[in-house]
């Protein structure tokens, strides 16, 4: 152990003072994000010097070790990034609007976003990749949108989103995790405000008849198999290695509307959910439905046989489960404690046998404001002190020890990290194959650590080797609002494409199109007019569009469609209708297709907006529009 940890040891009793003090003060650190010590900055100088001997270098051309997927907060978007380079490959809209890509304004994309691309922004929070049997299958990517209470899949192989369903009867979708075991069937999602039902206006002081859902989403299908009524609120969620429970913490079961509400109780819970009694009970028929909604509904309040509530001290935040299957973990937050709850004894628990607190074999002090746990598969969690500003590396077995009398030490290092960790993430720590390599660190504030650039700051991701017995940072990673989580994959987990299959369903809606008007998509340049719609299909190859000229009348609408018949690998083309607001990304082998008024006389010129050749700024053509 390092003098530094035995120092934090030491200090843990100073920092105990908190614990028991008002909540407010606890609160007030939390919004202070106070982090300086003089230990503190020594051992941050130290961190300093491990990732200027440059260890982990990957060397220009040579390829990462993992794919990384990082939510993109209230970016909306999802980011790929290698590590442990930290270099950030792409980005996939998402729930955003993408002036790249095209992203919320190409038909394809509007339909994938369907009603809700109405709306402009989104909030995304928890990425996770399917699994089979425990394991990435590097097939799909879910992740949530809090801010419209939507869930998203992204297609892998594409790596573009192909799927986005709204969750009814709900607000704001917040923790989202899949069943790991047999595979992913369903993705879990919290829906974390309880409102009033129907909320139509009425009833709206009535808190105590107000309340949330737990929510299953076809994976495949990605409708809404079935919700299930809570008590409290529902806030972040995790799946067992069994396929029977999931479990999810609630930080409001006070179903406060302040914040000193709903900071009232020591304890609030983590609910788990018994999916086979919950399948059953819909197979029996035994659910309601709310409102236009079809979706099952069956009620999974205290004294159901659905669920069971597990009282934890305080505010509880994140919930992992351990990679060896045993252990779900609830995250204090208020609490300086994590609490190990045994899905072992959770049979028993269900059946009435044994009481809810039973469950609870473990309850180790690690810190202040306790967010996350993650897995490097040798038996030690990493937990994120938000308030501390540290991740606190810890045994689980000798936690319960500890927890059970034995004088064991539980801890096993501290580390300064800069700083407020949110969300930390061991490599493929969610699945069977938690490999205890890397760890990313999440960090809401960059503070001092990059060249200032107004009063916005990055937040900054850290990279941390955990392979050794010590933890090392290693890397400093700045990155734009605000991401949340991410999840890495060994790069072999993941197999994208190289160029598009002319039959892909991501442009299916267009081809139908195009068959309906009798046009091959891959050979003709034609103008099609039905009525004051106009429909303009063009091919390009490097550097033209095969159609540099089409006419059409003020007021038209007119659809282009490009289809890109280049079979070079990274040859992408993009149009850009000038002064119309389009933009969009046509790769090799794709079509894609836009849609526009033309509403102003005149001539207009198209581009390439995609850099493709040397004669890539005369990739272009021009709109005639005759005066109405
Ligand atoms: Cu902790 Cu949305 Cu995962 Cu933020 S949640 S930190
Ligand atoms: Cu085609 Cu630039
Ligand atoms: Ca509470």
């Known amino acids: 152990m390092s003098d530094d940890t035995k120092n934090e040891l030491k200090n843990l009793s100073r920092r105990h003072f908190l614990r028991n003090t008002s909540v407010a003060g606890v609160a007030g650190a939390t919004l202070a994000g106070g982090f300086g010590s003089a230990a503190a900055l020594l051992q941050s100088q130290k961190a300093r010097a491990a990732s200027e001997s440059g260890e982990v270098a990957i060397a220009p051309g040579e390829l990462d070790e993992y794919y990384g997927f990082w939510s993109g907060g209230h970016s909306g978007e999802v980011r790929i990034l290698g590590v442990p380079s930290m270099r950030e490959l792409m980005r996939i809209p998402v729930f955003n609007v993408d002036s790249a890509t095209g992203w ?13 691309a109405k709306f ?111 008590d409290g609120n ?3 969620t995790d799946a067992d290695y069994t396929g029977r429970f999931v479990a999810s913490t609630c930080y409001n079961s006070e179903k406060a509307a302040d914040l000193a509400g709903t900071m009232r109780e020591e304890r609030d819970w983590a609910v788990v959910f018994d999916v086979e009694a919950i399948e059953k009970a819909v197979e029996a ?46 995250n204090g937050k208020l609490s300086p404690t994590c609490s190990i709850i045994a899905i072992d004894k959770l049979p028993d628990l269900f059946a009435d046998k044994i009481e809810p607190r039973d469950t609870v074999v473990g309850e180790p002090e690690l810190g202040l404001g306790p967010l996350h746990t993650t897995f490097d598969g040798r038996g030690n969690a990493y937990t994120t002190l938000f308030i501390d500003s540290q991740v606190a590396k810890w045994n689980i077995e000798d936690a319960i020890k500890s927890y059970n009398g034995e004088d ?37 504030f960059s ?38 989580d991410c999840i890495l994959l060994r790069a072999d987990q993941v197999n994208p494409s190289k160029l598009w299959d002319r039959n892909d369903p991501f442009f299916a809606v267009t081809r139908e199109r195009a068959e309906k008007d009798g046009i091959e998509l891959t050979a003709d340049n034609k103008v099609i007019r039905d009525g004051n719609k106009v429909r303009v299909y063009m091919t390009s190859v490097a550097p033209q569009f095969n159609l540099t000229e089409f006419k059409v009348k003020q007021g038209d609408e007119v659809t282009v469609t490009v289809t890109n018949l280049d079979q070079i690998e990274d040859l992408t083309h993009g149009f850009c209708m000038v002064n119309h607001g389009v933009s969009m990304e046509i790769s090799p082998q794709q079509t894609a297709s836009v ?20 004669m890539h700024m005369e990739m272009t053509g021009r709109m005639l529009v005759e005066p109405a």
């Not at 069937?185 to 002081?205: C, L, R, T, W």
């Not at 033309?598 to 040397?614: E, L, Q």
């Open 104 to 116: 919320g304004i190409t038909n394809e994309s509007k339909h994938i976003l369907g009603d809700s």
């Open 595 to 614: 849609t526009f008024t033309a509403d102003k006389p005149g001539v207009h010129w198209y581009y390439c907006n995609w850099f493709c050749h040397a």
């Open 120 to 230: 402009l922004n989104g909030d995304a929070h928890h990425p996770h990749v399917s699994m089979t049997d425990g394991r990435y299958d590097g097939k799909y990517l879910f992740i949530n949108d809090k801010a419209n209470t939507r869930v998203a899949r992204i297609r892998l192989d594409i790596m573009k989103t192909d799927k986005i369903t709204t969750i009814p009867n709900v607000q704001a979708i917040h923790g989202l995790r899949l069943q790991k075991v047999p595979h992913t069937k369903y993705v879990f999602a919290n829906a974390e405000y309880f409102i009033p039902h129907p909320n139509d206006g009425q009833n709206m002081a009535d808190l105590e008849n107000h309340y949330t859902m737990f929510n299953a989403i076809d994976a495949e299908s990605m409708d809404v198999a079935w919700q299930v009524i809570v």
């Open 285 to 330: 028929g035994d659910y309601k439905t709310i409102g236009d909604s079809k979706v099952p509904v069956v009620d999974g309040r205290h004294g159901s046989k659905l669920t069971r509530y597990i009282p934890v001290p305080k505010n509880p935040h994140g919930l992992n489960t351990s990679p060896d299957g045993k252990y779900f973990i609830a």
């Open 234 to 236: 529902l806030d972040n």
């Open 447 to 484: 503070k001092d650590r990059f060249l200032p650039v107004g009063p916005l700051r990055p937040e900054n991701d850290q990279l941390i080797d955990i392979s050794g017995e010590e933890m090392k940072l290693v890397h400093d990673g700045p990155t734009y609002a605000e991401p949340h």
């Open 408 to 444: 064991v030490n539980y801890l096993r290092q501290k580390i300064d990290v800069h700083y407020q960790p949110g969300h930390n993430h061991a490599s493929l720590t969610e699945s069977r194959d938690a490999d205890g390599k890397w760890l990313v660190v999440l960090s809401k």
